[in-house]
Structure formats: C-alpha cells, structure tokens
C-alpha cells in the first residue's frame, strides 16, 4: 500500500530528486543551437560596455598601422 503525506511529515520523508531535473518528458528529434543572428565583436563590445560601466568599442585597424602603434599604446 502506498504512503500518503501526512502534515506532520517533512520533506526528509520524501524520496529524493535531482534539483535539475526538469519534470517534462525528453525530446526526440533535431534541436537548433543557433541563435537567429550572429554575435559580433561589437555585441562583444557593447556588453563588455554595459558590464564595466566605461566606453568600450570593437576598432578595425590594419596590420601595419597596429604593429607599428603596438610599441606606443598603453593600456590603463
């Protein structure tokens, strides 16, 4: 016979269960991962904006121009 839960039980009575576990059933058959856009380095920047609280933004520069500023650039 099963046990019904009285109000003097606790939940140490109850069996246990992972607290991930979701209680839906599993889904079978294909799962798109993608997201409708792609992220770009100025969503990078924006975010990284946003979390830091200052200004920072995504800057294209050619290979010459940034080995050449490398050596002057000091970061803060």
């Given at each position: 016979?099963?046990?019904?839960?009285?109000?003097?039980?606790?939940?140490?009575?109850?069996?246990?269960?992972?607290?991930?576990?979701?209680?839906?059933?599993?889904?079978?058959?294909?799962?798109?991962?993608?997201l409708p856009?792609?992220v770009t380095?100025?969503?990078?920047?924006?975010?990284?904006?946003?979390?830091?609280?200052?200004?920072?933004?995504?800057?294209?520069?050619?290979?010459?121009?940034?080995?050449?500023?490398a050596d002057?650039?000091?970061?803060?």
């Amino acid at each position: 016979m099963g046990r019904t839960r009285g109000i003097a039980d606790t939940d140490a009575d109850l069996p246990r269960r992972n607290p991930l576990q979701k209680m839906v059933e599993p889904f079978e058959g294909p799962i798109d991962l993608t997201l409708p856009e792609p992220v770009t380095l100025a969503d990078f920047a924006a975010s990284a904006s946003e979390i830091g609280g200052r200004r920072i933004e995504r800057v294209v520069v050619d290979d010459e121009k940034w080995v050449a500023d490398a050596d002057t650039v000091t970061v803060h």
